[in-house]
């Protein structure tokens, strides 16, 4: 990823063709890592609404306001919430 792709993805407005999702819960004093069935609920809530809508990029590791924050799961569990277990990635076929 270049400078200009970085960019754009923590600066675009989000809306019907560009979304971000935080996989922390920052509602504590100290941000929580989210539960990764949670975050994969919406993974797929957003792409679904995307899809009706002919939306494009979902963004994941960084917050509504553009902020960088990761995605810091065990491998297994990021299987869970990655584009392979949803069924719209390359393997889905």
Do not use: H
């Not at 899809?51 to 491998?75: C, M, W």
């Amino acid at each position: 990823m270049n400078t200009q792709d970085w960019k754009w993805l923590t600066t675009q407005r989000e809306g019907q063709f560009f979304e971000r999702k935080c996989c922390y819960d920052r509602s504590g004093k100290r941000p929580k890592r989210r539960d990764a069935r949670s975050v994969a609920r919406d993974v797929s809530e957003t792409l679904a609404a995307m899809a009706n809508a002919d939306g494009r990029t979902l963004a994941l590791g960084i917050e509504n306001d553009g902020t960088p924050s990761g995605v810091d799961y065990p491998q297994d569990r990021f299987m869970a919430i990655s584009y392979r277990e949803i069924g719209i990635g390359e393997d889905a076929a």
